[in-house]
């Protein structure tokens, strides 16, 4: 069965330093692999995607995801930190059911930042 | 573009009422919509799967009679949750994917906090 860990529910960084949120999935096929970030009451923002092609995949705001297929990981990555990057923080997989991409979602992880 | 909105962001109701959820694609055809519910500090849990023009499919647990899901329109998706009791107090989500569905990527509208007194 499909499935994603994220390992770290809560990770606390400085406000600059750099930011590696793993994700590690489950999947018989090629997948299609999604992170996406969610403020407090608010819904989800697509951070980046990857399909096929290059397994460094570029975001916005500054963040960016490796493909590693060897390590069944997707791990969400980001130079320097903002204080605004403060959220939670879903990895997904999509899975194929019936002809739909549905998506299986980790648990997440709440990145705090201190100033 | 790809913008999901819903509507209500918030709604009480009291207990045994039933609340209309929808979530409408404002700039883009969507052929399904994902329905989601997150309870708090958890994941998101996908409810169902609605296709415009035929019957939702219901994710394994979940009551298609407690939540009804139309998808009348390729712009709109509606959630309603019937006689409503306090357990059904929750966050529910919507998404929207555009057509070609096995490539595009699935939008997210910003969510209703249902609370059932």
């Known amino acids: 069965a499909q499935s994603v860990t994220q390992p770290d529910i809560h990770i606390t960084v400085s406000e600059g330093a750099s930011l590696e949120l793993r994700c590690n999935y489950s999947y018989g096929a090629t997948p299609y692999l999604f992170w996406y970030v969610q403020s407090p009451g608010q819904g989800l923002q697509l951070l980046l995607k990857y399909f096929s092609g290059d397994t460094l995949v570029q975001g916005i705001k500054g963040f960016e995801a490796e493909f590693k297929r060897s390590q069944s990981s997707f791990n969400l990555r980001k130079p320097s930190v903002h204080w605004s990057d403060a959220a939670e923080y879903f990895c997904a997989v999509g899975a194929t059911s019936g002809g739909y991409n549905k998506l299986i979602f980790g648990a997440g992880t709440r990145l705090a930042v201190h100033p | 573009g790809a913008v999901v909105s819903q509507h209500p962001s918030r709604v009480i109701c009291k207990s045994g009422t039933s609340v209309k959820i929808e979530c409408r694609s404002l700039?883009?055809?969507?052929?399904?919509m994902f329905w989601y519910r997150q309870f708090p500090k958890k994941s998101l849990m996908l409810m169902a799967t609605?296709?415009?023009?035929?019957?939702?499919?219901?994710e394994q647990g979940v009551e298609k009679d407690k939540f009804l899901i139309n998808h009348a329109s390729l712009t709109l998706s509606t959630l309603t949750v019937t006689s409503a009791h306090p357990e059904d107090s929750s966050f529910y989500i919507c998404s929207a994917h555009a057509r070609a569905p096995r490539t595009d990527t699935q939008y997210f509208g910003p969510g209703t906090r249902l609370t059932v007194l």
């Open positions: 609605s296709n415009e023009g035929s019957k939702a499919t219901y």
């Open positions: 700039d883009f055809q969507a052929t399904t």
